[in-house]
C-alpha cells in the first residue's frame, strides 16, 4: 500500500512507523524537518519537509495516487484541505483527515471526507472508563455523502475524481 | 441585507466599516479578543471574539440566516473552511473567499466557494501590465570582458519585424547568433526574416545593450539614454523617460500660470507692468 502522511506529530510519526514496519511504502510530509525526529531510526520510507496544503509540493513529492492518505496536522482547516486536495485533486483512494472540532468532523463526513475527531474520542474514552453510555460518532466516521463542488466543476489537473471509500474499522 | 463577516484583520476591518455604512446587517469574527475588542469600540458590538471556523460559533452568529458569508481571514485554508461549512452546511446563498495563494483558486472554485478574491492576483496581473514588454532580457553575464548573453522578444510593432539581421545596424561589439521561435532554437542567418513573437538572442557587451534594443525593439519615445549600465537600463530607461516626461509637463504648467497668478492676485507689478 501506498500511504502519504500529512504531519509529522505524535500520530502521524505513529503511523508512520506502524505502516513502515508492516511493509507499506510510507511517504510522511511536515512543514518542520525537526518534526521527523519522531520516526525511529528503522523508518525506511520517505520523509519530505514541506507544506503538505500545497497541490506542487504533494505532486512532487510523489503523492499522487495514494492508496491511503492521511491529514494529520495540528490544524484542522489545514487538515481539511489537504484531504479535499488529496481526494479531489490527487487521486487518492482512501482519505481521512483529523478534524478536532466536532461540528466540522461531521460537516465533512458529510461533505465526502473521512474524518477523525479527537474530542469526541476522547469524550467517549472517558464515557466509558465511567461506565457512562457511549454519546459521540466513535472511530473514522466514514463519508456518507459527496462533495457537491464536483457537480458543477471540472476538478483543477484532477486524473479522474477519487471518492474516499470507507476505512475499515481496525 | 445580513453578511456574516469572518476574519477582523484590514481587510475585515474596512470591509465591515463600510457595510456598516451602507446600512446592512452585519456581523464581524475575530478570533483574536484583543483585536476583536479594539475594533468593537470603535464600531460597537458587532463583533464576535471567536473562531469563525469553529461550527458552533459560526451557528452562534447566526449563519443560518446569513445571505453572504465573507472570509477574509489571512490563511486560505480558514477561508475555505469558513465558505464551505457556510454553504453546505448552513445553506448560506453565497460564500465569498479571499485568497492569498493564487494557485488555490481554481481548488476553491471547484470545492464550491461562489466568489473567489485575490488580492495575490490583482496585484500580480497589475504589475505585469506595468513590466515594460519590449525590454531586453539578461540571460546571463559571461564574467569575460563585460559579456552578455542578451533576450529581445520582438513585439508586433518592433522595427526589427519584417527584416533580416543584415538590414539592421547592429553595433560592432554585438552579435545576434539565434532565434527561438514557437519553442525552437535556430541560428540566425544573415537573411532570416525576422517575426513578431521571435526572441532574438544577442551576445555583446554591456555598451551596446541600448543601440541594440533601438535597433531589434525601438527605443524610448525620447531617446535619451544613459550610457553603458545594463542594469540600469534594462529596467530603469523606458520609466524614466515617462516618469520624467510627466512630472516635467506638470510642472512647467504649475510654472507658467502659478506665478502669473499670483503675481495678479498680489498685484505685484510684474506682468501688469509688461
Same mark, same amino acid.
Given at each position: 500500500?501506498?500511504?502519504?502522511?500529512?504531519?509529522?506529530?505524535?500520530?502521524?510519526?505513529?503511523?508512520?512507523?506502524?505502516?513502515?514496519?508492516?511493509?507499506?511504502?510510507?511517504?510522511?510530509?511536515?512543514?518542520?524537518?525537526?518534526?521527523?525526529?519522531?520516526?525511529?531510526?528503522?523508518?525506511?520510507?520517505?520523509?519530505?519537509?514541506?507544506?503538505?496544503?500545497?497541490?506542487?509540493?504533494?505532486?512532487?513529492?510523489?503523492?499522487?495516487?495514494?492508496?491511503?492518505?492521511?491529514?494529520?496536522?495540528?490544524?484542522?482547516?489545514?487538515?481539511?484541505?489537504?484531504?479535499?486536495?488529496?481526494?479531489?485533486?490527487?487521486?487518492?483512494?482512501?482519505?481521512?483527515?483529523?478534524?478536532?472540532?466536532?461540528?466540522?468532523?461531521?460537516?465533512?463526513?458529510?461533505?465526502?471526507?473521512?474524518?477523525?475527531?479527537?474530542?469526541?474520542?476522547?469524550?467517549?474514552?472517558?464515557?466509558?472508563?465511567?461506565?457512562?453510555?457511549?454519546?459521540?460518532?466513535?472511530?473514522?466516521?466514514?463519508?456518507?455523502?459527496?462533495?457537491?463542488?464536483?457537480?458543477?466543476?471540472?476538478?483543477?489537473?484532477?486524473?479522474?475524481?477519487?471518492?474516499?471509500?470507507?476505512?475499515?474499522?481496525? | 441585507?445580513?453578511?456574516?463577516?469572518?476574519?477582523?484583520?484590514?481587510?475585515?476591518?474596512?470591509?465591515?466599516?463600510?457595510?456598516?455604512?451602507?446600512?446592512?446587517?452585519?456581523?464581524?469574527?475575530?478570533?483574536?479578543?484583543?483585536?476583536?475588542?479594539?475594533?468593537?469600540?470603535?464600531?460597537?458590538?458587532?463583533?464576535?471574539?471567536?473562531?469563525?471556523?469553529?461550527?458552533?460559533?459560526?451557528?452562534?452568529?447566526?449563519?443560518?440566516?446569513?445571505? #453572504?458569508?465573507?472570509?477574509?481571514?489571512?490563511?486560505?485554508?480558514?477561508?475555505? #473552511?469558513?465558505?464551505?461549512?457556510?454553504?453546505?452546511?448552513?445553506?448560506?446563498?453565497?460564500?465569498?473567499?479571499?485568497?492569498?495563494?493564487?494557485?488555490?483558486?481554481?481548488?476553491?472554485?471547484?470545492?464550491? #466557494?461562489?466568489?473567489?478574491?485575490?488580492?495575490?492576483?490583482?496585484?500580480?496581473?497589475?504589475?505585469?501590465?506595468?513590466?515594460?514588454?519590449?525590454?531586453?532580457?539578461?540571460?546571463?553575464?559571461?564574467?569575460?570582458?563585460?559579456?552578455?548573453?542578451?533576450?529581445?522578444?520582438?513585439?508586433?510593432?518592433?522595427?526589427? #519585424?519584417?527584416?533580416?539581421?543584415?538590414?539592421?545596424?547592429?553595433?560592432?561589439?554585438?552579435?545576434?547568433?539565434?532565434?527561438?521561435?514557437?519553442?525552437?532554437?535556430?541560428?540566425?542567418?544573415?537573411?532570416?526574416?525576422?517575426?513578431?513573437?521571435?526572441?532574438?538572442?544577442?551576445?555583446?557587451?554591456?555598451?551596446?545593450?541600448?543601440?541594440?534594443?533601438?535597433?531589434?525593439?525601438?527605443?524610448?519615445?525620447?531617446?535619451?539614454?544613459?550610457?553603458?549600465?545594463?542594469?540600469?537600463?534594462?529596467?530603469?530607461?523606458?520609466?524614466?523617460?515617462?516618469?520624467?516626461?510627466?512630472?516635467?509637463?506638470?510642472?512647467?504648467?504649475?510654472?507658467?500660470?502659478?506665478?502669473?497668478?499670483?503675481?495678479?492676485?498680489?498685484?505685484?507689478?510684474?506682468?501688469?507692468?509688461?
Amino acid at each position: 500500500m501506498n500511504a502519504v502522511i500529512v504531519g509529522c506529530g505524535r500520530v502521524g510519526a505513529l503511523l508512520a512507523e506502524t505502516l513502515d514496519a508492516a511493509g507499506h511504502d510510507v511517504l510522511v510530509v511536515d512543514t518542520q524537518t525537526l518534526a521527523f525526529e519522531r520516526l525511529p531510526a528503522t523508518f525506511s520510507g520517505r520523509a519530505i519537509r514541506g507544506d503538505g496544503t500545497d497541490e506542487d509540493v504533494l505532486r512532487r513529492a510523489g503523492a499522487e495516487h495514494a492508496d491511503l492518505f492521511l491529514a494529520f496536522t495540528e490544524g484542522d482547516n489545514r487538515n481539511i484541505i489537504a484531504a479535499q486536495l488529496a481526494t479531489e485533486v490527487l487521486g487518492a483512494s482512501r482519505v481521512v483527515a483529523k478534524v478536532n472540532d466536532p461540528v466540522r468532523a461531521t460537516a465533512y463526513a458529510d461533505l465526502g471526507i473521512a474524518t477523525l475527531c479527537r474530542t469526541n474520542l476522547m469524550a467517549d474514552a472517558i464515557n466509558a472508563y465511567l461506565g457512562l453510555a457511549q454519546q459521540y460518532p466513535s472511530g473514522v466516521q466514514v463519508p456518507t455523502g459527496h462533495h457537491p463542488g464536483g457537480e458543477h466543476h471540472e476538478a483543477p489537473g484532477a486524473v479522474g475524481r477519487g471518492v474516499a471509500v470507507p476505512a475499515e474499522e481496525t | 441585507m445580513f453578511v456574516l463577516v469572518v476574519g477582523g484583520g484590514k481587510v475585515g476591518y474596512y470591509l465591515t466599516k463600510e457595510l456598516v455604512a451602507a446600512g446592512h446587517e452585519i456581523v464581524l469574527m475575530e478570533k483574536d479578543a484583543a483585536r476583536a475588542a479594539q475594533i468593537a469600540d470603535e464600531i460597537g458590538s458587532i463583533v464576535l471574539p471567536h473562531d469563525g471556523c469553529e461550527g458552533r460559533y459560526l451557528a452562534a452568529a447566526g449563519c443560518n440566516r446569513a445571505d #453572504v458569508v465573507a472570509a477574509v481571514t489571512g490563511d486560505d485554508e480558514d477561508n475555505l #473552511v469558513i465558505c464551505q461549512m457556510a454553504k453546505h452546511h448552513f445553506d448560506v446563498p453565497r460564500s465569498i473567499a479571499r485568497v492569498n495563494n493564487p494557485k488555490n483558486e481554481d481548488l476553491f472554485r471547484h470545492l464550491g #466557494v461562489d466568489e473567489i478574491i485575490s488580492p495575490t492576483r490583482m496585484i500580480l496581473g497589475s504589475i505585469e501590465q506595468d513590466i515594460p514588454v519590449h525590454e531586453l532580457l539578461h540571460l546571463a553575464a559571461l564574467g569575460e570582458s563585460d559579456l552578455e548573453i542578451i533576450e529581445a522578444q520582438l513585439q508586433p510593432a518592433s522595427p526589427a #519585424v519584417g527584416r533580416s539581421p543584415r538590414d539592421l545596424a547592429i553595433p560592432a561589439t554585438c552579435s545576434l547568433f539565434a532565434v527561438v521561435r514557437d519553442g525552437e532554437a535556430e541560428p540566425l542567418a544573415a537573411d532570416t526574416v525576422l517575426r513578431a513573437g521571435d526572441k532574438v538572442i544577442a551576445i555583446g557587451r554591456a555598451e551596446c545593450e541600448s543601440r541594440l534594443r533601438d535597433e531589434l525593439l525601438g527605443g524610448p519615445a525620447d531617446g535619451e539614454e544613459p550610457s553603458g549600465e545594463l542594469q540600469t537600463s534594462a529596467l530603469g530607461t523606458r520609466t524614466a523617460p515617462a516618469s520624467g516626461n510627466e512630472p516635467g509637463r506638470w510642472s512647467e504648467g504649475a510654472g507658467s500660470r502659478g506665478p502669473r497668478r499670483g503675481a495678479s492676485t498680489d498685484g505685484r507689478p510684474d506682468d501688469a507692468a509688461r
